[in-house]
């Protein structure tokens, strides 16, 4: 499954060459140049990861690193901060604000790669397995069998994929729209109250009526996966 980054950069060469190394390492790219179309795309669209730059049009990298973190939905994030300002005050400062990593220009792209993994095996270490489980739901992203306290599954390819992203983002709330964004991809004219049915399907395939339902609805925001 391809993370969605967003790359919020306003210097355009850095930005483009960001663009082509994510692209290559396999990431689905978004990119903003100033804060503000930055937290506009953020709220719309849900990224899995952010590249921040910390000197911005509109709105500062700082301030949209402080607004992300204070919000609720948006809280877990990874962010990794770009900026030109070495001094460790900075830094600090950075990181106070709530940035999970830091690279100081002029940085190279293996070493920012570097840092985009390693935040990313922290924060997210399931990307890195191929195998995701949660109180006894367990997928197999190879094989695509899913099981629940060791009983076989039979789910539609939109629920596989549905039960894949919750479980890879455990606690975090969905709207509708940023299901149909991350699940449902670039299928044109899917409603959102499409979600509402396949979720309901999910829910029947793997609670069968009787097992505890990890899936909250979360009223007037979407849906959330687990605690
Ligand atoms: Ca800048």
Redo the contacts with the bound molecule.
């Keep these: 499954m391809k993370l969605k980054t967003l790359i919020v950069?306003?210097?355009s060469s850095l930005l483009e060459l960001l663009k082509f190394n994510f692209i290559k390492d396999g990431f689905k790219v978004d990119t903003a140049t100033d804060g503000e179309m930055a937290l506009e795309k953020i709220l719309n669209k849900a990224p899995d990861l952010l590249i921040l730059?910390?000197?911005?049009p509109k709105l500062s990298g700082i301030e949209l690193c402080r607004r992300i973190r204070k919000n609720k939905e948006l809280k877990n994030l990874p962010i990794i901060m770009l900026t030109a300002r070495g001094e460790e005050e900075d830094r600090l400062r950075g990181l106070e604000t709530g940035a999970d990593d830091y690279v100081t220009k002029p940085f190279s792209v293996n070493e920012l790669m570097a840092r985009v993994k390693a935040v990313l095996r922290r924060i997210r270490p399931m990307f890195t397995e191929e195998v995701l489980s949660y109180k006894g739901i367990v997928v197999d992203l190879v094989s695509h069998k899913v099981t629940r306290d060791s009983e076989t599954l039979h789910l539609g390819p939109t629920e596989f994929n549905l039960l894949v992203f919750f479980m890879e983002n455990i606690g975090r709330v969905f709207s509708r729209e940023q299901l149909l964004n991350h699940v449902w991809k670039d299928e044109a004219y899917v409603e959102p109250r499409t979600v509402d049915v396949h979720i309901r399907r999910l829910r029947k395939s793997i609670n069968n009526d009787v097992k505890e339902d990890f899936i909250r609805t979360v009223r007037s925001a979407g849906y959330c996966f687990g605690s």
């Design positions: 950069e306003d210097e730059d910390w000197m911005l």
